[in-house]
C-alpha cells in the first residue's frame, strides 16, 4: 500500500511537472506572436532563450518516465498515463519549436513595416493557447468530453490559416514588394495552425489513456 501511494504521488507530481511545461509553452506562443506584431527584437531574441529552458524540463520529464517504469512496472492504465505522457512531452517540445520558429521570423521582418495590421494571426495565437489549455486539462482531469471538444476549435484555427493564406496571396499578387514578408507571415500561420494540431494530438492521447480507444480529431 505504502509503495501504491508513493507511485501515485510520483504521477501528480509529473503530471505538475507537464502542467509547468504546457504553462511554459502557452507563454512562448503569447509572447512571439506579440513581439511580431510589435516587431520587438528583444521579445523575439527573449522567446529564442526560453526554447532552451523547455527542452531541458522535457528531458527532465521524460527521465521521471523512464523511471516510474522501470522502477513500478506499471499495467494497464497506469502504464497508458506513463506512456501518454512521453508523447504529450514530445508535443509540446514541437509547440515550443514552432514558437521558437515564430521569433525567427519576427527577426528577419522586424525591421519592415507591416504590410497589414496583424489581426487573424493573434486571433489565431490566442485559439491556440487556449487549446494547449483544454487539452492539458482535459489530460489531469480525465475529461473525455473536453478532448473531443479540440476538434471543433482545431477547425477554427484551419479556417483562419486559410483566410490568412488568401489575404496574403492578395497582397503578394497586388505588389511583388511584399511577397518577402507575406511568405513568412504566411509561415507564421502555417506554425499556430500546427500548434493547434498538437493540441488536438493530446486531446486524443488523453481519449485513449481514459479508454484504450484510439480517436481521430483532426
Same mark, same amino acid.
Given at each position: ?5 508513493? !507511485? ?5 507530481? =509529473? *503530471?505538475? &511537472? ?33 526554447? &532552451? ?7 527532465? %520529464? ?10 513500478? *512496472? ?48 493573434? /486571433? ?11 487539452? =492539458? ?8 468530453? =473536453? ?15 486559410? *483566410?490568412? =493564406? /488568401? ?19 504566411? !509561415? ?6 500546427? %500548434? ?5 494530438? %493530446?486531446?486524443?492521447?488523453? %481519449? ?5 480507444? /484510439?480517436?481521430?480529431?483532426?
Amino acid at each position: 500500500m505504502a509503495a501504491d501511494r508513493t !507511485f501515485h504521488a510520483d504521477l501528480r507530481e =509529473l *503530471q505538475q &511537472e507537464i502542467l509547468r511545461m504546457g504553462s511554459m509553452v502557452e507563454e512562448a506562443i503569447d509572447l512571439s506572436v506579440t513581439a511580431l506584431k510589435e516587431q520587438d527584437v528583444g521579445l523575439a531574441q527573449k522567446v529564442r532563450q526560453g526554447d &532552451e529552458a523547455i527542452d531541458d524540463l522535457e528531458l527532465l %520529464i521524460e527521465d521521471r518516465c523512464v523511471k516510474l517504469i522501470a522502477t513500478q *512496472q506499471p499495467m494497464a492504465k497506469d502504464l497508458r498515463r506513463i506512456s501518454v505522457a512521453f508523447k504529450i512531452i514530445t508535443d509540446l517540445e514541437r509547440m515550443a519549436d514552432y514558437a521558437n520558429d515564430i521569433a525567427k521570423a519576427t527577426l528577419i521582418i522586424a525591421q519592415e513595416p507591416l504590410i497589414k495590421p496583424l489581426i487573424d494571426i493573434p /486571433r489565431m495565437a490566442k485559439l491556440s493557447q487556449k487549446m494547449v489549455k483544454a487539452a =492539458l486539462d482535459s489530460y489531469v482531469n480525465e475529461d473525455i468530453e =473536453l478532448a473531443m471538444s479540440l476538434a471543433e476549435a482545431d477547425d477554427e484555427v484551419d479556417s483562419l490559416h486559410s *483566410q490568412v =493564406l /488568401r489575404e496574403l496571396l492578395t497582397y503578394m499578387m497586388e505588389d511583388p514588394k511584399t511577397i518577402r514578408q507575406a511568405t513568412h507571415l504566411s !509561415f507564421v500561420s502555417r506554425y499556430l495552425e500546427r %500548434i493547434s494540431d498538437h493540441a488536438t494530438n %493530446i486531446g486524443e492521447r488523453v %481519449i485513449y489513456m481514459v479508454t484504450g480507444k /484510439r480517436k481521430d480529431l483532426n
